[in-house]
């Protein structure tokens, strides 16, 4: 018997299985021969053509001559296939315009039509691929993808998209249902049952279910349970419809009273000093006050004091702040008098309070601040001068030290800078020079104008000073010279006294 002939056609149907290069393989092996049967060196076209028409075994197992078969001819794109990967069988001259039409599709329209093929299918969420697959059958749209993968991708995806829009669906249908319920018991307000004030407070279930238990309302929904959780979502609802109602009323209430305080103060009444206790006598007979109850009033009266004290707060703080704000403009005023004076010549660094105070007195800037007192520091060398009853001092006084204060840094600068202007333009200064003279050797360098020019004649004279001290220092006075003649008369006379007593003795 031949190897290749099938021993029992029953078991190698054509409704089941196929016969193929010497192994036998049923439709589940379709994918995988799918995608690698023309990769085999050795191919078989008969048997391809039975196994891709679903036609059964007939054409290959009535083939005696097998080994002298010759494949067909490939087709002309066939090498074109294989480059861009598409591993399918060649197709037939009869699917060529079909083959065109899904070349011109974008991947997007072919998943579409993919999953409008599992839609038209009925496949069921709980699906997995084969089962799926077998409910698509021989639809001709599962070969608009060619990659498997690709396939059981987009099935993956249709089943997650088709839960969550099932899961919308009930979800929606539920909300239906609950509306519904909720009016239908909405429509119960009108009876006996819900008349009295807050009757919802003691209505129970119980009660209700004879009136609206054969309505369709009622009865599409199946479970009783989120038949009592409607219920008793619906009892809430009214309670805090109620609530809601109850906290308008007391509002307005609250502001009606608030208004009548509001009156009272514009009357004099009430001040940010006001006691409760004192109040309450005067307005106790007021319809505003009645509405509310004792601890409503007096929130409302603790938020209106509170309002009231941070009022007269502000005020005050505005008030303090204005009066700052003045006192330091009068000082700055005063500082630009104090400027000013500089700027003439009668304030130097080497000014005393004594001596400026006499020239300011009938100045407005001086007059507006004459009459104002500071403390002194505590690490002040004023307080230690004399004894003080007191331990202020002039404001303008005080204003007057800090300007001194501020000339003596400026003037420490120009120190420095006078000294290496001097000894880089090789200037001798004696007690001889002239101030002109010297200011016209000067006046040439630019650093001069970084100098002040009060402290150039300030520092000027310093140096002549220094330099007729040093002069005093090495050159004696005459007095000091006869003494020194004296000195030495002496020293001579005993000098030779002294010499003439050795010759004795010797």
């Not at 050159?475 to 002294?498: A, C, L, W, Y």
């Amino acid at each position: 018997m031949d190897r290749n002939t099938p021993q029992n056609n029953n078991n190698y149907s054509s409704s089941s299985h196929h016969y193929h290069g010497g192994r036998d393989y049923n439709r589940r092996d379709y994918d995988r021969y799918d995608n690698n049967y023309y990769h085999n060196d050795r191919r078989d076209y008969d048997g391809y053509n039975s196994y891709s028409n679903r036609g059964g075994g007939s054409s290959y197992h009535n083939n005696n001559n097998n080994n002298n078969r010759t494949p067909p001819p490939r087709s002309s794109n066939y090498r074109e296939q294989q480059e861009n990967g598409d591993s399918s069988p060649p197709r037939s001259p009869t699917s060529s315009s079909q083959t065109s039409k899904i070349r011109e599709m974008s991947y997007a329209e072919r998943v579409s039509i993919f999953k409008k093929m599992l839609d038209d299918c009925k496949v069921q969420i709980d699906d997995d691929w084969s089962r799926a697959m077998k409910r698509v059958g021989n639809d001709s749209r599962v070969k608009i993808i060619s990659r498997i993968q690709d396939r059981k991708d987009i099935f993956h995806q249709y089943i997650s998209e088709k839960i969550t829009r099932e899961r919308e669906m009930k979800r929606e249908k539920r909300r239906k249902l609950r509306e519904d319920f909720l009016s239908m018991l909405a429509e119960l307000k009108s009876t006996p049952i819900f008349s009295q004030p807050k009757a919802y407070l003691s209505t129970t279930y119980q009660q209700v279910l004879p009136k609206i238990e054969n309505d369709h309302r009622f009865l599409n929904v199946e479970s009783e349970d989120d038949r009592l959780d409607y219920f008793y979502s619906f009892l809430d609802e009214l309670e805090n419809k109620d609530k809601d109602i109850s906290k308008q009323e007391k509002k307005e209430k609250k502001i009606r009273f608030k208004e009548l305080l509001i009156r009272k103060k514009e009357q004099g009444l009430i001040s940010y000093r006001t006691l409760w206790r004192h109040i309450r006598e005067k307005i106790q007979s007021e319809e505003e006050y009645k509405a509310l109850d004792y601890c409503d009033r007096l929130l409302v009266w603790e938020e209106f004091i509170s309002n009231l004290e941070l009022e007269h707060y502000n005020k005050k703080k505005q008030r303090r702040e204005e009066r700052e704000r003045l006192i330091k403009q009068h000082a700055d005023n005063y500082w630009d008098l104090l400027s000013d004076l500089r700027k003439s010549g009668k304030v130097n660094v080497l000014s005393s309070w004594k001596e400026v105070k006499p020239i300011i007195e009938t100045e407005d800037r001086y007059q507006a601040i004459a009459n104002q007192t500071v403390d002194i520091p505590p690490s002040s060398p004023m307080r230690h001068q004399e004894q003080r009853s007191r331990n202020t001092i002039e404001k303008a006084r005080a204003i007057f030290n800090d300007f001194i204060d501020h000339l003596l840094s400026i003037y420490k600068q120009d120190k420095k800078t006078f000294r290496k202007l001097i000894k880089d333009l090789d200037i001798v200064i004696d007690d001889t020079s002239n101030f002109e003279e010297f200011k016209s050797k000067i006046e040439k360098d630019d650093r001069v104008s970084s100098i002040s020019p009060d402290n150039i004649s300030i520092l000027f004279e310093e140096a002549v000073d220094k330099a007729k001290d040093k002069k005093r220092k090495y050159q004696p006075t005459s007095e000091e010279n006869f003494n020194q003649d004296e000195v030495g008369e002496d020293f001579k006379h005993r000098k030779i006294e002294g010499s003439e007593q050795m010759t004795n003795q010797q």
